[in-house]
């Protein structure tokens, strides 16, 4: 088989590309929302610590990765080698940010540890037939 023959595995980049799509829009929602209400505050406690997050500054961080994320999903349709190897990045990226979200938000953590797995996995192992997917 080379390098650019379509098979059945296909549908796994293209999952990893709806994937990013729907994460970033989410993550730019959670963003403005955070932009929208800078004087809210948010407080959590992890092993007799109380933790405070600048919340704006939380808010700045999810809208513009959650903007690459949608960029990159989007530009993941064409096949472009770049787009891989940068989503790949940024799933790496958001799987280190979950697991320090990991005490607070065991469950949640954990499914979106596992989505980026397969995310990455999709990506790395199936993501060249994305170019001939047309």
Do not use: C
């Not at 379509?6 to 929302?33: E, H, S």
């Not at 997050?53 to 989007?74: E, K, N, P, R």
Request: net charge neutral; proline share 2%; glycine share 12%.
């Amino acid at each position: 088989m080379s390098d650019t023959e379509k098979t059945g595995w296909v549908g796994w980049g293209v999952f990893a590309a709806i994937m990013l799509i729907i994460a970033g829009g989410f993550d730019v929602l959670y963003g403005f929302i955070a932009l929208a209400m800078p004087d809210s505050a948010y407080l959590t406690t992890g092993g007799g610590a109380l933790f405070l997050f600048d919340v704006q500054g939380w808010g700045w961080w999810h809208v513009i990765s959650g903007a690459l994320l949608v960029l990159v999903g989007a530009a993941l349709f064409s096949g472009a080698t770049w787009a891989r190897v940068v989503a790949v990045i940024l799933v790496i990226v958001n799987a280190i940010g979950q697991l320090f979200l990991l005490p607070v938000q065991p469950w949640w953590s954990l499914i979106v540890l596992a989505i980026d797995v397969l995310v990455i996995y999709a990506l790395t192992v199936h993501g060249r037939e994305l170019k001939t997917r047309r």
